[in-house]
């Protein structure tokens, strides 16, 4: 939005050398947690030209860990740059602002999107909360690893103290850091038609997880509503994660789960390690298994379900990924189940104790916790055997720019969205590489990525779209699938 709010230390003083007619540009992008790295690489790439502040409500060092959710650091970033060019959707020299607010999850974007007047917190970066703190965002041209989320070298701590989850308020915020706002930008990791009562926040087993403006589930019109402002946007990969299991350690990248052992974990009726085929010889101390699920309203959660219950699927006999047990991780009883409210926080959750396990959007590992990604059914999760159908944990987001914009960002947040489609803005841009190689019917990923393009909706025609034999050869694949919308249908082959 175009404004006149004070700006912080880190872009004072490319303000005083920039053009007369610069103007603060803000886009405001509300729900999944797992689809943020995905936005702010394509703005660093695409606008900032590489170099980007990035600004992060309070983090204190038990982070997620005060399980009351009044004092802890919630889910909400900001990202800020003097766009390089004019260019999709701003001016060379605009002070481009991307507020990115994921706390609920992908539930709120859904929300927004069937009500889009609806206003929530969003961090608002100025300099007398936050102090300068900024990172590289590594490109084509730059050091890129592979990891879609780039490196932090400075992030600056905003002060913003109190946040409870309950209200989307704080007790003490003199320097407005978290205020209120509509979206220009509503994402969710699967489409709206999914979240019902079981996917909403009102079933948490935590209180403190039951946001006070989510607290019925939508209505028929709601979902309606929201399908209609929202369309599939790109593929996105999940993983299974897991710490301490029997026999194994976390530096192995081998450790396989079939989706029927997953399965039977997730619904609880797995309770010991013992118990599970591919680890009954391996687990001589009968091992309790810990799940740590994503929180009602998460599209993560969202997508376990769908991939090993079907519960989601409404199919017969499913049963649902097991309630919440406890609002502290350990729990004070093995087994138990803990409901994380956010990607840090499940990380942080796998890697409390031995013998649990949890999902998590697909990335390189994070070496500050200690987990293994496994194998699911033998596949290793990334976007080529994603995009190829091989590794089932993988589903099409949906994003939607709403008619109701704060006002200025409006042409950026499309330019943001119509990117995210499009294989070649995809391939050329925004991603780095998926390195590995074809190995025994798969791809075996040196450096994994999150994403890959969707067929029918990347921009590609009948004769342009990418061949079967392309897969191994692109950095970046598109799907030899369409689900077209609907995560429980079969998969519609769409490549040769």
């Known amino acids: 939005m175009r404004k006149a709010h004070l700006l912080g230390a880190a872009v004072s003083a490319v303000l005083v050398s920039a053009a007369a007619s610069a103007a603060n540009i803000d886009v405001y992008v509300t729900g999944s947690s797992a689809l943020r790295s995905f936005f702010i690489e394509d703005v660093g790439v695409n606008i900032c030209g590489f170099t980007v502040s990035t600004y992060k409500a309070n983090l204190a060092t038990a982070q997620y860990l005060d399980t009351t959710y ?15 060019a004019t260019q999709n959707g701003v001016t060379a020299g605009d002070v481009v602002t991307m507020h990115y607010a994921a706390e609920f999850g992908s539930v709120v974007g859904v929300w927004t999107a069937a009500n889009p007047t609806f206003q929530r917190r969003f961090l608002t970066p100025n300099a007398a909360g936050c102090p300068a703190g900024s990172y590289t965002v590594p490109g ?18 905003c002060t913003a103290t109190g946040y409870n989850h309950v209200t989307d308020a704080e007790a003490s915020d003199p320097n407005n850091i978290l205020t209120a706002s509509t979206a220009d930008i509503a994402v969710s990791d699967v489409e709206p038609a999914l979240f019902n009562a079981d996917h909403w926040p009102s079933s948490n087993f935590d209180p403190n997880l039951r946001p006070a403006a989510l607290a019925t589930p939508p209505s028929a019109t709601d979902i309606a509503n929201a399908t209609a402002a929202m369309s599939v946007m790109n593929g996105q990969v999940f993983s299974v994660i897991a710490h301490g299991l029997p026999g194994t350690t976390d530096t ?6 079939s989706s029927t052992s997953v399965r039977r974990i997730l619904q609880g009726f797995y309770k010991k390690w013992n118990q599970v085929p591919e680890f009954a010889a391996l687990d001589t101390a009968s091992t309790p298994i810990n799940v740590c699920r ?9 997508s376990a379900d769908i991939t090993f219950t079907g519960q989601a699927c409404s ?10 047990t406890t609002t502290v991780y350990p729990g004070a009883t093995a087994p138990w189940v803990y409901e994380a409210p956010a990607s840090s926080d499940m990380k942080a959750c796998v890697a409390s104790a031995p013998g649990t396990i949890g999902i998590l959007v697909n990335a390189n590992k994070d070496s500050n916790f200690s987990y293994a990604v496994l194998l699911i059914d033998g596949y290793q999760p990334n976007a080529h055997n994603a995009a190829a159908g091989l590794y089932t944990f993988a589903y099409e987001n949906w994003a939607g720019v709403l008619a109701n914009n704060p006002g200025g960002g409006t042409a950026a947040a499309t330019g943001m969205v119509t990117r995210a489609k499009s294989f070649s803005a995809l391939t050329t841009a925004a991603f780095a ?3 590995g190689s074809l190995s025994n019917g798969q791809w075996i990923g040196t450096s994994v990525n999150a994403v890959y393009s969707v067929s029918g909706v990347d921009g590609l025609t009948a004769a342009t779209r990418r061949k079967a034999a392309q897969w191994a ?8 699938f369409s689900r077209a919308g609907d995560s429980c249908a079969s998969r519609k082959n769409s490549n040769q």
């Open 473 to 480: 050869t692109d950095a970046l694949p598109e799907s030899m």
């Open 140 to 157: 084509k041209t730059g050091a890129q690893t592979g990891a879609v989320w780039p490196t932090v070298g400075s992030t600056s701590y």
């Open 294 to 302: 994503r929180d009602h309203g998460s599209g993560t959660g969202l």
């Open 70 to 84: 009044t004092a802890y650091a919630p889910d909400f970033t900001a990202y800020q740059c003097t766009a390089q």
């Open 433 to 435: 590489n998926e390195t």
């Open 252 to 257: 192995q990248t081998n450790i396989s789960l």
């Open 315 to 324: 199919i017969d006999g499913a049963a649902p990924v097991a309630s919440g």
